[in-house]
């Protein structure tokens, strides 16, 4: 084998490796945007995969709300991680995992719920009862900003509805 040949052989080994670790090589799963907010005495987290995956969470639970969102190449989960406390100290948490942003595993207080059955979820947390009510709704025209997710939530009875609830009676 002559001097040409050889180094054309390591060149092409050394790009076939290249490529295969490419392809074999971990990626970041996706994230989501985020949008988080409130409505009169409601509060809203959206979560919006551009896979194709939405959630709208609207809570009683205004005292605080914090979401984290984290992704690595160490893993092929996406996770998201939210706590909301209610005036009265209540807590609600929720976590969604997801490795494609088209599906999850969602939790709320550890109590597993599956998004066939909707992904609009309308949670109280009065007298320290969770109350959940899941909703299926299109929400592939929702963007993660406070207009267009009001908007929706709004022209939606009975998302409006929950809404309209949770305001202090006067």
Do not use: K
């Not at 599906?103 to 599956?114: G, L, V």
């Not at 969770?130 to 267009?148: K, P």
């Not at 309209?164 to 006067?170: D, G, N, R, V």
């Amino acid at each position: 084998m002559n001097r040409n040949n050889l180094i054309y052989l390591l060149t092409l080994s050394v790009l076939l490796g290249l490529g295969l670790a490419a392809c074999f090589g971990r990626t970041t799963p996706p994230g989501p945007d985020m949008a988080g907010g409130g409505y009169e005495s409601a509060t809203y987290e959206y979560f919006h995969w551009r896979e194709g995956l939405n959630i709208l969470i609207w809570h009683d639970a205004i005292a605080s709300s914090t979401c984290n969102s984290s992704g690595s190449t160490s893993s092929d989960t996406h996770l998201v991680q939210c706590q909301a406390v209610s005036e009265d100290g209540f807590e609600l948490f929720w976590q969604l995992e997801t490795t494609d942003g088209r599906s999850a595993q969602f939790t709320i207080n550890n109590q597993p719920i599956d998004l066939a059955d909707g992904t609009v979820f309308l949670i109280t947390t009065a007298e320290d009862q969770l109350n959940i009510q899941q909703l299926e709704r299109d929400l592939s025209g929702v963007n993660a900003e406070h207009q267009s997710i009001t908007d929706f939530s709004l022209n939606d009875p009975e998302i409006d509805q929950f809404i309209q609830s949770t305001a202090p009676e006067e």
